[in-house]
């Protein structure tokens, strides 16, 4: 088998430890499963997060609870409610997240989605 293949599995996220990664302003929870060019996290921030940096990285985010702004560097904002998605590549934008309330996310990011050229 080819150590790219992920076999199936389930995953209880309630075994997988919170890892604490803190913004501008409050906190940012991951737990995150990774596999060769393959990583899935929950994503929690706190009340009134603020990213600490832009990210360029490419996401799939699916938003669980909450509600999340999503800030590009432009200055263009958009919000995620539960049951709303973003997608994007890496390198395509410069983003970051803004809560009030907290968010509850899950975020898929890989190789899979590396700038084609």
């Keep these: 088998m080819n150590n790219k293949n992920i076999p199936f599995q389930t995953?209880?996220?309630?075994?997988i430890?919170?890892?604490e990664h803190k913004g501008e302003t409050g906190f940012a929870y991951w737990q995150t499963i990774e596999f060769d060019g393959l990583r899935i996290r929950i994503v929690e921030?706190?009340?009134?997060?603020?990213?600490?940096?832009?990210?360029e990285k490419g996401h799939i985010v699916y938003c669980l609870?909450?509600?999340?702004?999503?800030?590009?560097k432009d200055g263009t904002k958009s919000?995620?409610?539960?049951?709303?998605?973003?997608?994007v590549s890496d390198d395509l934008s410069s983003h970051r997240s803004i809560t009030e309330n907290?968010?509850?996310?899950?975020?898929?990011?890989?190789?899979?989605?590396k700038l084609k050229k």
């Excluded at 995953?11 to 075994?15: E, M």
């Excluded at 921030?45 to 990210?55: E, I, L, M, V």
């Design 17 to 19: 430890p919170k890892t």
């Design 102 to 113: 907290g968010v509850k996310l899950m975020i898929i990011d890989g190789d899979f989605l």
């Design 11 to 15: 995953i209880d996220w309630s075994n």
């Design 79 to 87: 919000i995620l409610t539960p049951g709303m998605s973003y997608v």
């Design 45 to 55: 921030y706190s009340k009134n997060y603020f990213a600490d940096h832009w990210c």
């Design 65 to 72: 609870e909450g509600e999340v702004v999503n800030e590009l």
